[in-house]
């Protein structure tokens, strides 16, 4: 079993940058592909980025692609979110998960632990 653990959520400006962690447990988080999701008051969950766990491929939504960059250290169990050139619209919930298969990363079904959630909000 996997545990994950956002943190790095707080209020920045649009055009401004954060960076979001997540912190694992287990021995096999190597072995897990780790994805981001966002969620918006009042709209239905989507799709940020994901890393695969055979190869490192990452994959993006096209809202966020250019602008955020997803990343992982298998040594240390985590995998991090830095997000440039904010948007207000980029303000959300954000969800860290993890799913022992590549296979469509993209979609929030086949992820297996999902953390709390951690809240940005970007200011205009």
């Known amino acids: 079993q996997v545990q994950v653990v956002e943190s790095g959520g707080g209020l920045a400006q649009a055009g401004g940058s954060l960076r979001l962690s997540c912190a694992a447990s287990g021995r096999t988080f190597r072995l897990y592909a780790m994805g981001w999701f966002r969620q918006a008051l009042g709209k239905e969950r989507e799709f940020v980025a994901a890393i695969s766990w055979s190869n490192g491929r990452t994959y993006y939504a096209d809202s966020v692609k250019g602008r955020f960059t997803i990343s992982r250290d298998n040594a240390r169990n985590t995998v991090s979110l830095q997000m440039n050139y904010l948007k207000p619209e980029d303000t959300a919930v954000y969800y860290c998960?993890?799913?022992?298969?590549?296979?469509?990363?993209?979609?929030?079904?086949?992820?297996?632990?999902w953390g709390q959630g951690t809240q940005v909000t970007v200011s205009s």
């Open positions: 998960a993890a799913r022992k298969s590549d296979y469509d990363v993209v979609s929030g079904d086949g992820y297996d632990y």
